[in-house]
């Protein structure tokens, strides 16, 4: 049975102790997910922020690397158009003497990892730094071959493509000084002809104003600075993988494996190898995790409880059914035996009694057994108390019989009092206490109903009194009349009339409702027991436009 398996669980609240409240989180009521957001962003911002920079960085060190071009550039054509220096000439014609340029160049402008060209008023070349210096243009041949070895064999797809660079690179910068020589100074980044990125300015040279050619400066350390940028970079790039990576461990760690100890738990209680669920170091938790561990916690005892509930349910069903069972089996083993008329008359009655008795007792045990699937399918929703009341006391006077209690019902609360609930389920609560107090009460006696407020208890206000003037209620069962199959019927009262469980169904459904219900008795003018009093206490309903 259910009972043997072991249950494992946390303590549960201290009884009265409500829930503490969930407080409200961040990042869109999910702090797990801000979490999750936050490391994402972070890894995201770093390397976004480092590629700015690298942008930044890359196009400051361009515009930085043409306006030193270009100041070198222009200091150096005010020198060439110079008439003191010899390498230009004004008379009779201005113009450029190219032996002077180059020897100038040669004798003057030796800066390592430039390049400077000169260019007559038609655009051809007339002066190279590179040809006068010992740099020479293009990369480092490779290492020499061994003595033996073959050469290697040279693609010609490969040198046609190299060609057409090479010429590609010459006619960008022919075109770079065609519009030099119209007078405007140009910047650009370009290819070289041994295909390397170049940093390149052209500036007319002028006498006066007349423009007899150009001079060209080039830079080409640009991919080296920029290979140096984006070894720079790598650290961003490395700690944004390292927030990456702690991200998936904390996931990991705070959800995967969490998931996985509370799947585990759940096939436990499946498996039936434990009755609950209980993860303590989760439940602790601030976030949706400890909200499902809790929750599943909760769930597990709530289906754990329900099924020590039905186990009692069954075993009182049991011992209730039985005792009919037996007194019907005793009479009917004693008819055969049973002489007179009077005695077979007698026993008659007997079994015909235990009969009624057991129909009864199948009734209720079947309207218990569906309470519980009414109450969850039935929506609740907003019932005036005062009209309910009204109808139920209604129908027991219009069928009022000779001899039975009066039922008067006193609305004092109020013209309309609403709760939240389900009315067929709540009527049946009243019925049972109007019916247990009739049964209670003198002939001719009354049974009294009051609808009242107590705004003491702010939680349940609504309080309704059902009164008898019958004998009371011992003190020592004022608890005991809820439990199931309790039955202390007075003296006249036909055996076997009622079955016990009619007060248990009232508390059942009041506590559905989120109400209490509690016996007493009521005094009299000399402290004597004037009759019992049960009252039941009820949420209100909420104000319009809220949910309840």
Known sequence: MASDIAIARADPLPPGEAEPRRRLKRFGGSRLGGLILALNLLSLLILFVGALLLNEWSRGLIEARQETLTAQAELLVRVLGDERIGVTRGEPTPSLDPIEASRWLRDNFLLSGQRARLFDIDGIPV?????????????????ALSAGTPPEEVDPAVEVRNAADVEQARAVLGAEVEQALGGEPQASLRRSESGDRVVSVSIPVRHVRQVLGV???????????LDAQRRALMPFALVALAVNLLGSLLLHLFVARPVMRLSAAADEVRLQRARAISLPDLEHRKDEIGDLARSLETMTETLSDRMDAIEAFAADVSHEIKNPLTSIRSALETLPLVKTPEQREKLTLLLQQDVRRLDRLITDISNASRLDAELNRDRPRTIDLTVLLSEIVGVYESGLKPGEAHVAFAPSAGDHVLVVGRDGPLGQVFRNLIDNARSFSPPDGA?????????????RPVRVRVDDDGPG????????????????????????ANSGLGLSIVRQIVEAHGGRVRAENRPGPRGEVAGARFEVALPTAPPAGRRP
Request: aromatic share 8%.
């Open 215 to 225: 001079l060209t400066l080039e830079a080409g350390d640009v991919d080296e600075t």
């Open 473 to 496: 209620i011992p003190p020592e069962n004022l608890e005991t009349v809820f439990e199931r199959f309790y039955t202390a019927r007075p003296r006249g009262v036909a055996f076997g």
């Open 127 to 143: 002066a190279d730094s590179f040809d006068v210096t010992e740099a020479i243009p293009g990369r480092p041949l490779p290492p």
């Open 447 to 459: 049974v009294r109903i009051s609808l009242v407020r107590d705004e003491m208890d702010p939680d």
